[in-house]
């Protein structure tokens, strides 16, 4: 089984603190992924990655960076917390490659909710 | 645009009743469609895809019929358990997106014995 695995479960961060959130995949996925999930609204991507040292804008990039240094692990940096950040965030991974229309299922972790004070 | 509009919950039934969520889409060209399923506490997991038109998708007694002509993929379960309850995210996948997936704003589902 496809095994993504979020750092922490709960996380709770000051104001204008620099948060990292990680995440690992343990299936040579390409794909990686981070949504924010908030009631309501759904999920929305922050930043995607098709391989190592790229990434990609999602809807909602504001206030973020990401860093994929290995292909088995996709970091979400909050640069300055800030309470509109505080939500559940779900990393995501998947096997296909930038040219390929299959879809493949996104796998996902179990999620981190952060609480910026 | 890409989006996905859902009916919004919470969606209150007895065991056993029959199940309906409605989820509508607006994309431009041919779209992949799916259904995830969050239970309490856990990350979300595929349910069910369809993949074109007329597609059906199905998992766990889940059905759910990719409609071109009204642009919608409603998700039905004829006699759900006490065990469905979760939060049901629909979502689309443009053509050719990387993956890349637009969600609904989810509905959740909870089912009394």
């Known amino acids: 089984d496809v095994k993504v695995t979020q750092s922490s479960r709960y996380l709770v961060k000051r104001t204008g603190e620099k948060v990292f959130l990680e995440c690992v995949q343990d299936?040579?996925?390409?794909?990686m992924f981070w949504y924010r999930q908030d009631p309501g609204l759904g999920l929305r991507l922050i930043y995607f990655?098709?391989?190592?040292?790229?990434?990609e804008k999602g809807d909602i990039p504001e206030g973020y960076s990401v860093s994929r240094e290995k292909k088995e692990r996709f970091s979400l940096i909050l640069e300055s917390a800030s309470t509109n950040q505080t939500s559940m965030y779900l990393c995501?991974?998947?096997?296909?490659?930038?040219?390929?229309?299959?879809?493949?299922?996104?796998?996902f972790g179990n999620g981190t909710r952060l609480t910026v004070t | 645009g890409n989006s996905v509009t859902q009916m919004e919950g919470p969606v209150t039934l007895s065991e056993e009743a029959f199940l309906t969520i409605n989820c509508t889409y607006t994309?431009?060209?041919?779209?992949?469609l799916f259904w995830y399923v969050q239970y309490p506490g856990e990350g979300l997991q595929l349910l069910l895809k369809?993949?074109?038109?007329?597609d059906k998708g199905s998992n766990k007694g889940f059905e759910a019929t990719y409609r071109k002509e009204t642009t919608s993929f409603h998700l039905e379960k004829g006699s759900v358990q006490v065990s469905d309850s979760a939060v049901y995210f629909c979502?689309?996948?443009?053509?050719?997106?990387?993956?890349?997936?637009?969600f609904g704003a989810g509905t959740r589902l909870a089912v009394h014995p």
């Open positions: 299936m040579d996925h390409e794909n």
């Open positions: 994309a431009t060209g041919y779209p992949s």
């Open positions: 979502a689309l996948q443009p053509y050719g997106g990387y993956n890349k997936l637009i």
């Open positions: 995501a991974s998947s096997s296909q490659g930038r040219t390929s229309s299959y879809n493949s299922p996104l796998h």
């Open positions: 369809a993949t074109k038109a007329d």
């Open positions: 990655s098709y391989d190592v040292k790229m990434k």
